[in-house]
């Protein structure tokens, strides 16, 4: 039976500074920590200076995360690209799947031609799951696919 209150949440947000390769270490493995706590999975994206997360769990643990995510001061410009109620998750087994990626990846994707300029006027990726599909098509389609 589906979970009622499954809930998913797409944001972006613009580093305030580049994270050092231990510092984005760090924050990876915190992050992984805190989601499996949480029982929250998902996908963080890092392209040019851009983070791009899915998160998916229960509502008020994803909502909360998110708040706590907007207050962080790494994070600048952060924006909500979707979110809402779930059937399913798309990343049941990784509480924080992580890839660097470029825009020349992202843009080969249909939705994505605009990555680092338009995402705020993206109609065909109005819910979380359409977010993630598109996106799990980018992992399936690279050598380089994260580790959950």
């Known amino acids: ?3 009622s209150n ?5 944001y972006r947000s613009h580093q305030a500074r580049l994270l050092s390769e231990p510092e984005l270490v760090q924050l990876i493995e915190r992050s992984r920590s805190q989601n499996q706590q ?10 040019e200076g851009q983070f791009l997360q ?9 909502i909360d995360l998110y708040q706590s995510i907007a207050r962080d001061p790494r994070h600048q410009s952060v924006t909500l ?3 809402g109620p779930l059937t399913n998750r798309a990343m049941p087994d990784w509480p924080l799947a992580f890839r660097r990626t470029s825009a020349d990846e992202l ?3 249909p939705g994505f031609a605009d990555f680092l300029d338009g995402w705020d006027d993206m109609p065909d990726l109005a819910r979380p799951e359409d977010w993630s599909s598109r996106l799990l098509e980018l ?9 959950p």
Do not use: W
């Open 1 to 3: 039976m589906p979970d």
């Open 6 to 10: 499954l809930y998913g949440l797409v």
């Open 38 to 47: 949480l029982g929250i999975s998902g996908l963080l994206l890092q392209c």
């Open 54 to 62: 899915i998160l998916e769990g229960n509502k008020d643990d994803v």
């Open 81 to 83: 690209l979707a979110q």
């Open 107 to 109: 843009s080969a994707l």
């Open 139 to 147: 992992l399936k389609s690279s050598a380089n696919t994260p580790r």
